[in-house]
């Protein structure tokens, strides 16, 4: 666990760590080294790549693309077994564990587990939670489950927890890409204070004050994609590694 064990310790020595989300799809190769460099210098502490659904097949030359630029962890997020990529460091084993399609449970896990292997990417088992936003995400409908609503917060807790005594490595709250309200900073403290795991957030994190809220409650991890996606410059980046980076 060479890449967990370093975000961990990131995390431990920053206050949390901060991941820029890649969506290969939205972003035009000439301009993603530009977004790379500007990650580097911002305070990024690692890049996800990945989708909840890929409209091409770019992933491994985005992949590629980002290991030249960087030294940087580049962890694979993905939405689909076709988005394993051997040019990854590591990457995020996802278990929906908040809906009930078999397929997002187990199913696609053994699809990809010889592959993985194979392919020696580092492993990290991550209990997945979709938590209501206000529309639907596109993680929602492809995957054919329910977010979990945000006033069940003690759901989201026994969630976790079941992850975890599963044997899980990491929990990610999940709001969605591009949702118009992050994950509920309650769920993130009541989630934090009940598992001992480290807790990831992600989804609607437009601004860097929603980030630094999202820290206090407990997160370890931070991952931006939509709010940089959308605003690429460094001064914004830098705004998010400052908020997320709350020993510094
Ligand atoms: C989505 O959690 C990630 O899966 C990041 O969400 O794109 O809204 O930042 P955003």
Excluded: C
Excluded at 48 to 60: A, D, K, P, Q, Y
Excluded at 172 to 177: A, F, K, M, V, W
Aim: proline content about 4%; charged content about 25%.
């Amino acid at each position: 666990m060479v890449i967990f064990n370093r975000l961990l310790k990131t995390s431990t020595e920053k206050g949390a760590a901060f991941l820029l989300l890649i969506d290969p799809d939205k972003i035009e190769k000439k301009e993603l080294s530009k977004l790379i460099v500007d990650g580097v210098k911002g305070g990024v502490d690692a890049f996800l790549v990945g989708s909840s659904f890929l409209m091409n097949n770019s992933i491994h030359d985005t992949l590629k693309l980002i290991k030249s630029e960087t030294d940087l962890p580049v962890i694979l997020f993905p939405g689909s077994v076709n988005q394993v990529s051997r040019y990854a460091d590591a990457i995020l084993y996802i278990s929906l564990i908040s809906g009930r399609n078999p397929d997002y449970l187990f199913g696609y896990h053994v699809i990809a587990a010889p592959l993985l292997k194979e392919m020696e990417l580092e492993v990290i088992p991550t209990g997945y939670i979709l938590i209501e936003s206000e529309k639907m995400s596109s993680i929602e409908f492809i995957t054919n489950t329910k977010p979990i609503p945000r006033n069940k917060k003690e759901l989201v807790m026994a969630h976790a927890l079941a992850a975890e005594y599963m044997g899980m490595k990491l929990i990610y709250l999940e709001g969605g890409s591009g949702a118009e309200i992050s994950v509920p900073e309650n769920i993130v403290l009541s989630v934090k204070e009940y598992v001992s795991s480290p807790v990831m957030v992600g989804g609607g994190i437009k601004a860097p004050e929603i980030a630094r809220k999202i820290v206090e409650s407990g997160a370890s991890f931070v991952v931006v994609g939509d709010a940089i996606e959308k605003n690429r410059n460094l001064s914004l980046i830098e705004e998010f590694a400052d908020a997320v980076h709350i020993k510094l």
